[in-house]
């Protein structure tokens, strides 16, 4: 089994960045598909983003082109760079690893989470 442990979040003013980091062990994440989801308050949770196993990446439309998702193989690690950042990003967000090839975009695909960690935007 992975393990996985993120770093990252807090709080950031709109229009600023922050990255998250999902770092693994027990495996390497180079066996799995790497999404990123986020659950805002009073909302299902939602997909964010996934590097896929197979290689590539594809990004929910409401962060396409502000976010961007990276492997590290060598700290077998996940990154989630979030630029211009808006109020509407402000939720917890946890990583997650699939065997499934592609680009699985739903949280049932997942078998591995992180332990979530919160991102909050203020104005």
């Known amino acids: 089994q992975v393990q996985l442990v993120q770093s990252g979040g807090g709080l950031v003013q709109a229009g600023d960045s922050l990255r998250l980091a999902c770092a693994a062990s027990?495996?390497?994440?180079?066996?799995?598909?790497v999404g990123w989801f986020r659950q805002a308050p009073g909302k299902e949770r939602e997909f964010v983003a996934v590097?896929?196993?197979?290689?590539?990446?594809t990004y929910a439309d409401s962060v396409r082109g502000r976010f961007a998702i990276s492997r590290d193989n060598a700290r077998n690690t996940v990154y989630l760079q979030m630029n211009s950042l808006k109020l509407d990003d402000t939720a917890v967000y946890s990583c997650?690893?699939?065997?499934?090839?592609?680009?699985?975009?739903?949280?049932?695909?997942?078998?591995?989470w992180g332990q979530g960690t919160q991102v909050t935007v203020f104005s």
């Open positions: 590097a896929g196993l197979g290689g590539g990446a």
């Open positions: 997650a690893a699939s065997v499934e090839m592609g680009w699985p975009s739903q949280d049932v695909e997942y078998s591995f």
């Open positions: 027990g495996r390497t994440l180079g066996s799995y598909s």
